[in-house]
Structure formats: structure tokens, C-alpha cells
């Protein structure tokens, strides 16, 4: 599968909360039958690499160390939502914090 299929375009999100459309399923239920669901909290990560070290050195790990990571500058990061792969993004600050762009969302056959 394509990258470009596997994108979808921001503006495919609902401006007015932030949800992906929902279209009316061949049993007869819509986005309304879900409602009950919206409220359910879940857990989302934003991550920006991994490394793996042996205990020695992390041992040797101090105020100032610098852990390297497993992705370039600029390199989109991996969004989870309860544990699963859901999005790519880039990261950018909101007033004194940082947040992330979903800049790609990831399918259900494109996560593994």
C-alpha cells in the first residue's frame, strides 16, 4: 500500500469537534448510537524514539546526560492511543508547552 494511501487529509477531520466523520453502517447505526462512547477516556502517547542501553550505562546516567534516540530531527513521531498505533505527527509548542501535529493517520492494516 502506497504512503499516499495510507494518508488522509486533515480536512476530513470535523472542524467542530475535532472527529472523524462517521458514516451510517449497513445495520442501521450512526455516529448518535455511539454517543454513549465519547465519554470513555483514553490514554494517548506521543512518542519521540526509543533507545535500549545495558544497565551499566544507565547506571552511569546523570543530570545532563543525553540519551540518543532512534529518530532524526524532523522525523515524524509515532502517536498511540491506548497502546496502539494510530498516527504520525510533528511536534510543535503551544504557548509554553509542547504539543503534536497529526500530520498522518494510520489505518488498521497499515499499523503492523
Known amino acids: ?19 472523524l466523520a462517521v458514516e451510517e453502517s449497513d ?9 454513549a462512547v465519547y465519554d ?10 526509543k533507545t535500549q542501553m545495558d544497565v551499566a550505562a ?7 546526560s543525553v540519551i540518543e534516540l532512534d529518530r532524526k530531527v524532523g522525523e515524524a513521531i509515532d502517536i498511540f ?9 510533528e511536534v510543535v509548542v503551544v504557548d509554553d508547552r509542547l504539543g503534536v501535529t497529526m500530520t498522518e493517520i494510520i489505518k488498521d492494516s497499515d499499523a503492523a
Do not use: C, T, Y
Open 27 to 35: 445495520d442501521g447505526k450512526s455516529a448518535a448510537d455511539l454517543a
Open 58 to 64: 544507565l547506571l552511569k546516567l546523570g543530570r545532563g
Open 1 to 19: 500500500m502506497s504512503q499516499e494511501s495510507r494518508e488522509l487529509a486533515l480536512n476530513e477531520f470535523n472542524g467542530d469537534d475535532n472527529m
Open 81 to 89: 492511543v491506548n497502546n496502539r498505533l494510530v498516527a504520525r505527527g
Open 40 to 49: 470513555v477516556p483514553v490514554q494517548i502517547q506521543a512518542i519521540l524514539g
